[in-house]
């Protein structure tokens, strides 16, 4: 077999080689909800409002120094801080894809969204684990609609339009994780073993292989390429 025809069965391996998903790929069909959607875990007595300076800790959870909360945003999920997804481009002449550390690259963007300005929450749950869970703002923008704009965060169900609109647009634009083979967070939760910051990309590629649901669009674009281009 020519080497042409290796890399392109290679670009099989996480799609057509694998077993089918469970779900669908589309995540308004996606039935994993999050312990706050489904009601499990207790909202405020009333709505709490919480301003000041922030330090990011992952790209979806904020802690406010003075005070001393911790605030999740509300309506988004984003991959956790050791986790990776995988380019479907080719890194040089390796025959496995390009690790994307998707994580850190969520943090980054949050961090470099809210940068030194003061950051203004209102709260009104608890996360599942006692985060607090809030919708944020920074400048007059919304938080977590900048992380799905930019494509770093996914949509969790049910949200409003303007959320779904712009994943749409994240997604058909490939911005963020949307250009990469990622695995679904709450997968990824479910069946990660190692969580330190010094997973292995190697771990996630076989997560990858193993999967249950489909969220990102390079996956339906490999499963329309043909299985052969050397001829």
Same mark, same amino acid.
């Given at each position: 077999?020519?080497?042409?025809?290796?890399?392109?069965?290679?670009?099989?391996?996480?799609?057509?080689?694998?077993?089918?998903?469970?779900?669908?790929?589309?995540?308004?069909?996606?039935?994993?909800?999050?312990?706050?959607?489904?009601?499990? @875990?207790?909202?405020?007595?009333?709505?709490?409002?919480?301003?000041?300076?922030?330090?990011?800790?992952?790209?979806?959870?904020?802690?406010?120094?003075?005070?001393?909360?911790?605030?999740?945003?509300?309506?988004?999920?984003?991959?956790?801080?050791?986790?990776?997804?995988?380019?479907? !481009?080719?890194?040089?002449?390796?025959?496995?894809? $390009?690790? &994307?550390?998707?994580?850190?690259? /969520? $943090?980054? %963007?949050? $961090?470099?969204?809210?940068?030194?300005?003061?950051?203004?929450?209102? @709260?009104?749950?608890?996360?599942?684990?006692?985060?607090?869970?809030?919708?944020?703002?920074?400048?007059?923008?919304?938080?977590?609609?900048?992380?799905?704009?930019?494509? %770093?965060?996914? @949509?969790?169900?049910?949200?409003?339009?303007?959320?779904?609109?712009?994943?749409?647009?994240? $997604?058909?634009? !490939?911005?963020?994780? %949307?250009?990469?083979? &990622?695995?679904?967070?709450?997968? %990824?939760?479910?069946?990660?073993?190692?969580?330190?910051?010094?997973?292995? #990309?190697?771990?996630?590629?076989?997560?990858? /292989?193993?999967?249950?649901?489909?969220?990102?669009?390079?996956?339906?674009?490999?499963?329309?390429? #043909?299985?052969?281009?050397?001829?």
């Amino acid at each position: 077999m020519t080497s042409v025809a290796i890399k392109s069965s290679l670009v099989a391996l996480l799609v057509a080689a694998l077993p089918s998903p469970v779900h669908s790929a589309d995540i308004l069909h996606d039935q994993t909800r999050s312990s706050v959607e489904a009601g499990s @875990v207790p909202a405020l007595s009333a709505a709490t409002r919480i301003s000041g300076r922030t330090s990011v800790i992952d790209g979806r959870t904020l802690w406010f120094p003075k005070g001393g909360h911790k605030v999740r945003l509300a309506l988004i999920d984003v991959c956790e801080l050791p986790q990776w997804s995988y380019d479907p !481009r080719r890194d040089g002449e390796s025959m496995i894809p $390009k690790p &994307v550390p998707c994580g850190p690259l /969520a $943090k980054a %963007w949050l $961090k470099r969204t809210v940068g030194s300005a003061q950051v203004t929450c209102i @709260v009104r749950a608890y996360d599942a684990d006692s985060a607090l869970l809030g919708y944020c703002s920074v400048r007059g923008r919304d938080l977590a609609l900048e992380m799905v704009r930019v494509g %770093w965060a996914r @949509v969790n169900s049910p949200a409003p339009a303007e959320y779904l609109t712009w994943q749409s647009y994240a $997604k058909s634009a !490939r911005h963020g994780m %949307w250009a990469t083979y &990622v695995l679904d967070m709450p997968e %990824w939760r479910r069946k990660a073993v190692d969580r330190t910051l010094s997973r292995r #990309p190697i771990a996630d590629f076989n997560l990858l /292989a193993e999967r249950e649901t489909e969220i990102s669009p390079p996956f339906e674009d490999a499963r329309r390429r #043909p299985k052969r281009t050397d001829r």
